[in-house]
C-alpha cells in the first residue's frame, strides 16, 4: 500500500520561507510525476509544482521564482521549497503521486500552511 505523507506546514510571516517534505512509503521509481497542490478555502485546488521522472519541472505562473520542487528517488521524498510567501499561498498543500501502469493517481492528506503577520 502506498502511501504520501507531507510535512514541513505551519505559521510563516510575509517574506518568509518553509519547506515541505512528503515521504512516499515504497519505492517512487513507479511515479512518473510528483506534484504538489494547494487548495484554499473556497477555492478549487490547484497544481503547484511538479517534477517527473526525468527531472523536468512545472510551476504554476503565482509562484515561478518563489518555489522549487526536488525529488530525492533514494531517501523516496520529494520537497516544495517555498521563498517570498504571501499571504495568498495560505492553503492546504497537497502531495500528489502519479503512475501510468495502470494509471492512479496517490495523495496525502494535506499539510496547512498560513502565511500571516
Known amino acids: 500500500q502506498v502511501q504520501l505523507v507531507e510535512s514541513g506546514g505551519g505559521l510563516v510571516q510575509p517574506g518568509g520561507s518553509l519547506r515541505l517534505s512528503c515521504a512516499v512509503s515504497g519505492s517512487m521509481f513507479s511515479f512518473y510525476r510528483m506534484g504538489w497542490y494547494r487548495q484554499a478555502p473556497g477555492r478549487q485546488r490547484e497544481l503547484v509544482a511538479s517534477i517527473s521522472s526525468d527531472g523536468s519541472t512545472n510551476f504554476a505562473g503565482s509562484v515561478k521564482g518563489r518555489f522549487t520542487i526536488s525529488r530525492d528517488n533514494a531517501k523516496n521524498t520529494v520537497h516544495l521549497q517555498m521563498n517570498s510567501l504571501k499571504p495568498e499561498d495560505t492553503a492546504v498543500y497537497y502531495c500528489?503521486?502519479?503512475?501510468?501502469?495502470?494509471?492512479?493517481?496517490?495523495w496525502g492528506q494535506g499539510t496547512q500552511v498560513t502565511v500571516s503577520s
Open positions: 500528489n503521486g502519479l503512475v501510468t501502469t495502470p494509471p492512479f493517481e496517490y
